[in-house]
């Protein structure tokens, strides 16, 4: 395949501010009423997508808050089981790894949108930049598949962690009662669609600068409870010793590592990065370096504490080792606990809402009409009909598969690794063309072959965790399978 691209002609200023949702001479605000050059541009190009989900007039604190929202989630539960597959220094030495290679990953993507942008072709999605860039139309359907089983697979998590929370604040309130997970389903997934009623992703800019406290939340309600249960009289003894033979060790650190791509993965920066009003350049690098802090405030402190306190003993999701065990016996003070699974429910619909997004973006593609308005019952009836098959699809696969930890590798492993730690290194080899000598290429090109190693095994280990867990899944379990 010829790595090679053809640089388009130039398109015009007035082209650029088109395809960001501005028109020429506008004052961007916060409501939708582009100018009359706007209307008449989005209008001839009949992009929905564009027109009314992937608005830009956010600022860089603005994708901030969306970067946030779609890497620090709880998927940094699973931190301290993931130290437990690899041990103190190993897990450290992956935890800072991925951390670095992270936002390296997407410092650079974020320079080949800009790249693109100066020569006229400002790209708001991932899967038309891959296609441009590497010249070739099958990764635009590559690109396509991976980033819908990685938004599927995280909504359907949410919406399942999100009704395991309501299960077990409800379990705690009435422990005899006849609602279970199913219930719980239904619940988290009828607020969802309300809320996915928000027409833009900018829209979401409240509700995500919410998520970033919220997650500060709970990280630190989970490091205080794991602190308390590790001092516990009535603790486990710990062992950080390496367990199980030679080989399921090397299989447990593969699937730790995808954990980890999990943890760090985001999949959806091109579509953050458009919601940015232009010019964008060192916009997105603000807006990581604001994520990143948050990140280093909660990942390592949670992974710590928690594979502190429980050792090998620590389970998929930390919460699980907090909670008070059959005889009722807690090992920290249930408010504590009340309070972290609240935080952690109320930004589990945050996250959801940012993963949606991309699949909100493709349905209303070709079914909005822009030459309406945003809120006009032409647009407003498909919005509210795909819109909710989407969410009632994600309920019902939740319902049908609750297993929480072994698919959270597979998504991180099949997903988040090609996407946040491969992809962004050859597009900027190709389109930046730096020496093959050179510092930079030389790194890209190890990253890539490192991660490509890290990402089959991965996808390997997690699916033979799948197998040998085969016998404790059950379709439609009233619980969590973890």
Request: aromatic share 10%.
């Amino acid at each position: 395949m010829n790595m090679e691209y053809l640089k388009l002609p130039s398109s015009s200023n007035g082209d650029i501010l088109h395809q960001s949702g501005i028109g020429e001479g506008e004052e961007i605000n916060d409501d939708y009423n582009g100018g009359d050059n706007d209307r008449q541009n989005v209008e001839a190009d009949g992009d929905g997508g564009a027109a009314f989900v992937l608005v830009s007039k956010g600022t860089w604190w603005h994708a901030g808050f969306h970067l946030t929202t779609a890497i620090v989630g709880p998927s940094i539960l699973t931190l301290p089981y993931a130290f437990s597959c690899m041990g103190w220094t190993l897990g450290l030495v992956s935890l800072s790894v991925a951390a670095a290679v992270s936002f390296y990953s997407y410092n650079l993507m974020s320079k080949v949108l800009d790249n693109c942008e100066k020569n006229g072709r400002r790209h708001i999605r991932f899967r038309e930049l891959a296609s441009d860039i590497l010249g070739s139309g099958w990764m635009f359907y590559l690109v396509v598949s991976v980033q819908t089983t990685i938004n599927m697979g995280v909504s359907i998590g949410s919406i399942l962690l999100g009704a395991e929370c309501l299960q077990v604040m409800y379990s705690d309130l009435d422990p005899d009662g006849n609602l279970n997970l199913h219930h719980f389903i239904i619940m988290v997934a009828v607020v969802m669609i309300l809320l996915s009623q928000l027409p833009s992703f900018h829209s979401l800019r409240y509700i995500n600068s919410a998520s970033l406290f919220l997650s500060l939340g709970y990280s630190f309600c989970v490091v205080i409870a794991c602190i308390i249960a590790g001092y516990s009289s009535e603790a486990q003894s710990k062992d950080y010793s390496p367990t199980g033979s030679k080989i399921i060790r090397i299989f447990s650190g593969f699937k730790a590592v995808s954990m980890m791509g999990t943890a760090f993965g985001n999949g959806i920066l091109p579509e953050i990065q458009a919601t940015l009003a232009p010019p964008l350049t060192g916009k997105m690098l603000k807006g990581l370096c604001m994520c990143y802090g948050v990140i280093m405030a909660t990942y390592y402190s949670v992974a710590v504490s928690g594979y502190w306190a429980f050792g090998n003993n620590v389970r998929d999701n930390i919460l699980e080792n907090l909670m008070p065990d059959d005889e009722g016996i807690a090992l920290v003070p249930v408010w504590l606990l009340s309070m972290a699974v609240i935080f952690i429910l109320l930004q589990l619909f945050a996250v959801t809402l940012v993963y949606c997004q991309v699949a909100y973006e493709i349905l209303e593609k070709n079914s909005a009409d822009v030459s309406m308005g945003v809120f006009s019952l032409r647009n407003l009836l498909p919005r509210l009909f795909l819109r909710s098959m989407y969410i009632i699809i994600c309920a019902f696969i939740a319902a049908m598969l609750p297993f929480f930890g072994d698919i959270n590798a597979l998504v991180g492993a099949m997903g988040f690794i090609p996407l946040d730690f491969i992809l962004p290194m050859l597009l900027y080899n190709i389109s930046f063309r730096p020496d093959r000598a050179s510092m930079i290429f030389v790194v890209n090109s190890l990253i890539m072959i490192i991660f490509t190693g890290v990402g089959i095994m991965g996808t390997i280990s997690s699916v033979r965790q799948i197998v040998v867990d085969a016998k404790l899944f059950k379709l439609f379990s009233t619980t969590v399978i973890s």
